[in-house]
């Protein structure tokens, strides 16, 4: 089956032109076909997955996000029980994938990462994702023995010079993001990336090569988000001007649609979620414009409510009230006022069996 038209088919496609596109009408053809192709390849459902931030300690330096190390914040750590609960909780309200996220917290045991995700998939086999940072090899095999079945870590960027500036590696390691993906690949799970859209540094020619390296390393999942800057942060502060400069790429919302667009093009069959950073920006019209320019999944955040202030990743994430607004009812009644339907079923990624 013929999928494409020539003005979009992903071998004439000129990514770099079109992130660079600012007309209207020309931006409006870009989405309806991505999202034209989204519905042939994935269908009108919408996969909800319920979200569990575990931990907000980290043990990294990454220039861009406040939950940075050297920052002296409100830190938070689930109990085993916390978790156990949050899942339960999950299971009985119809979820059927569990995110557990969280900082690349040292301190979580992983044994009892691994024991939890067995005592959850005994109760039910929701798909479990884990989004837990750069773990080691072994870690990452015990807990896909155990029973996990995603996992979500984003490049952020393919260019490596910028990468080493927003990015500090972790000492004596030169296994980096691209690596583990391959050995998550390889260890059977579902593997997730993605990349923040418009961080300092970041060009047009850097972001089109994001977008070709998503297909080229055959990945099943693709969260892109809008760089936020969070003023404690040493890439908060930054002077303004760098957002004229020619060639750096804005971290707004039509960039992101654009980016949205453009992945679902090149890539036709993953999961591409609505993401959190996206509702940041745009309480209102973020998920559903990202819905109509390609996405098909959204999250909703489960933590339980007392610690969600603590979770401090990007500026307006704590302030914004109307963030813990955003429940299972309101994104279902989202979803069908854009005629969609809620995904039925873990909703694994139709790339999937893709090595
Ligand atoms: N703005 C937007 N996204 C951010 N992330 C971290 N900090 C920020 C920020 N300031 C994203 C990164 C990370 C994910 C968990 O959150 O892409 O991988």
Redesign the pocket.
Known sequence: MKIYTDEFDPENLDIEKWLREENSEKLQSLYNYADSLREKTVGDEVHIRGLLEITSFCSRSCM???MRKEREINRYRLTREEILESADFAIETGYETLVIQGGEDFKIKVDVIAEIIKNIKAKKDIAITLSLGERKYEELKLWKEAGANRYLL?F?TSNMELLKKIHPCLKNSSRTRIDILRELKELGYETGSGV?VGIPGQTYEDLAQDIKLFRELNLHMIGL??????PATPLGNIDKKIWNMENQVKPDETMVYKVLALTRIIYPGINIPATS?LTAINMKHGMTNALRSGANVFMVNITPERYWNNYD??DTRNENPDLKKITLETVTEQIHSIGRKIGVGRGDSSTFTLK
């Open positions: 861009y996000c406040g984003r952020e923040m988000g809008p760089f936020i800057p969070h950073a990743i990007y």
